[in-house]
């Protein structure tokens, strides 16, 4: 359960930090909420996560997921462009995040 609530933690954050774009300035109510919601949500399942995994492995992978998915909504939804350099970070940051998941054992 453990991994499931770290992955409904990151997708209520990148639902919150794509909806916070949309509240532009907090000046849309939907969005506004939304990103309260989506942000309540968020801490909400990051705490349970830490429950069973070190505040530290699961921060790396919740920022780092969070950071990618933000990046290609932000390309998909938002048409906002990525460049080499951020293709190779963001592939940068995942395979950080595969490393930490498969061979360290600070997370078990």
């Known amino acids: 359960m453990t991994y499931l609530y770290l ?3 990151i997708v209520c954050e990148v639902v919150g930090t794509s909806a916070l774009k949309a509240a532009e300035g907090f000046t849309r109510p939907l969005p506004s909420i939304v990103v309260a919601i989506a942000y309540a949500g968020a801490f909400f399942f990051l705490s349970l996560t830490l429950k069973a995994m070190p505040v530290g492995i699961a921060y790396a992978i919740w920022s780092g997921l969070g950071v990618v998915l933000i990046a290609l909504v932000g390309w998909t ?4 462009a990525l460049d080499a350099p951020a293709i190779l970070g963001m592939t940068l940051i995942v395979a950080g995040v ?5 061979f360290s054992k600070a997370g078990h």
Do not use: K, S, T
């Open 7 to 9: 992955v409904i933690a």
């Open 77 to 80: 939804v938002y048409g906002q």
């Open 98 to 102: 595969a490393v930490l998941n498969v």
